[in-house]
């Protein structure tokens, strides 16, 4: 009875011990590679992911290259600002730049606005033209006044020999005022030298200056909208450029005839009218 007791005790402990081993298999991981089959069906969506083949996998290194490159690009692409109303357009005549007007429209015979010139050319250009118109129309206005009004320092005659009669002192603060002008020009529009690498920086304008506006209107003539902006900026180009014309024309009569304009308007008059224009002349006098 004793030995029956035994054996039925060992065998309660080893009915234990094996349902606790199965209890605690039921939690353990799961083996990491699936178990070999000679015999194998098509790999479920689920076996796809969780066992990517080497053509799905994503290279981490393109992935790197690529997102550096997008973002050079991003940075190194310049952001153009409108100024006063214009962007400049690589495929418009002149970039964009108001200033033509029928019957020619957009009228470059010479390719200084030609494709291939950079912005900065045409920009440059601009300015020169603004800035000679402008020369210009005052000069003209001044041809009429200084040889029709008397001058503070007894100038007279021609426009063209009236420069060489101002006195010293009058000259030098006339040649420091246009120097100042030209100065404070540069300074608002163009880039600063760099002389340890000159050419870098020769004939450089700002890229957010617009040509010709230096910020001087006293008078509040510049229009706040651009469309109204680009007529009056065309306005001003075209009478500039036949300011230019007229002036090369007077200055060109002048030294041919060493006349006043209106002497050469009247000179002509009595030419027309069958008047000798010498007749009043003395012996040997040049009128």
Not at 6 to 18: D, E, G, S
Not at 81 to 97: A, D, I, M, Q, V
Not at 178 to 188: D, F, G, K, Y
């Amino acid at each position: 009875e004793h030995c029956t007791t035994a054996i039925f005790t060992i065998t309660m402990k080893l009915a234990i011990l094996a349902a606790y081993i199965a209890t605690a298999t039921a939690f353990a991981p799961a083996p990491s590679t699936p178990a070999k089959f000679s015999l194998q069906s098509t790999p479920t969506e689920e076996e796809s992911i969780a066992n990517p083949t080497p053509e799905s996998t994503i290279d981490a290194d393109a992935i790197v290259a690529n997102a550096a490159a997008t973002s050079a690009t991003t940075t190194t692409t310049p952001k153009i600002t409108p100024l006063n109303g214009w962007t400049p357009n690589e495929s418009l005549p002149c970039y964009g730049l108001p200033g033509s007007l029928p019957p020619t429209g957009y009228f470059d015979p010479l390719g200084f606005a030609q494709n291939g010139i950079s912005l900065n050319e045409i920009k440059r250009n601009r300015e020169a033209e603004v800035m000679h118109g402008r020369v210009a129309m005052i000069a003209t206005v001044g041809y009429f006044v200084g040889e029709s009004f008397p001058s503070p320092f007894g100038i007279t005659g021609p426009a063209n020999d009236q420069l060489q009669q101002m006195p010293l002192p009058a000259f030098i603060l006339l040649s420091t005022a246009i120097a100042a002008t030209e100065l404070n020009r540069a300074r608002i529009g163009w880039v600063e030298p760099d002389f340890g690498n000159w050419s870098k920086t020769l004939w450089k304008l700002r890229e957010g200056y617009y040509p010709g506006d230096i910020g001087f209107d006293p008078l509040g003539f510049k229009p706040k909208d651009a469309k109204a902006f680009a007529g009056m900026q065309t306005r001003e180009l075209q009478n500039g450029r036949l300011a230019m014309i007229g002036v090369a024309g007077m200055c060109a009569q002048e030294l041919v005839n060493h006349r006043t304009i209106v002497g050469t308007i009247e000179f002509y008059q009595k030419v027309y009218s069958g008047i000798d224009p010498y007749a009043a002349c003395g012996e040997g006098v040049i009128c």
